[in-house]
């Protein structure tokens, strides 16, 4: 499975911004999929996962109320990433990752991911 994250830039604070990452090569919907980041000097980090039907989801706390998941199985085999009230420290480089469904969404946070994308950049500064 190969995956492309696109839709970071420079944004302001308080702004919004919307990633997506397209999967390829594999059947999308027998993936778990999740958003990480990483900030500059930082471990990766778990942003948002969704399991596979997109019936369920999980947040990071920094994130909840501002970030929302969401995947497009039907046509796209797009996952998203919707961010709102951006701040400076959710300044990073954030890649999308697929699990295969041996790997409940809950463990999917610990990194529990078989495939990486490439990371798009979310810089947000005035």
């Known amino acids: 499975v190969q995956l492309q994250a696109s839709g970071g830039g420079l944004v302001q604070p308080g702004g919004s911004l919307r990633l997506s990452c397209v999967a390829s090569?594999?059947?999308?919907?027998?993936?778990?999929m999740g958003w990480f980041r990483q900030a500059p000097g930082k471990e990766r980090e778990f942003v948002a996962a969704i399991n596979w039907s997109g019936a369920s989801t999980l947040y990071a706390d920094a994130v909840k109320g501002r970030f929302t998941i969401s995947r497009d199985n039907a046509a796209k085999n797009t996952v998203y990433l919707q961010m709102n009230s951006l701040k400076p420290e959710d300044t990073a480089v954030y890649y999308c990752g697929a699990a295969q469904l041996r790997t409940p969404l809950a463990r999917v946070p610990m990194g529990g991911i078989d495939y990486w994308g490439k990371g798009t950049l979310v810089t947000v500064s005035s």
């Open positions: 090569g594999g059947p999308f919907s027998m993936f778990n």
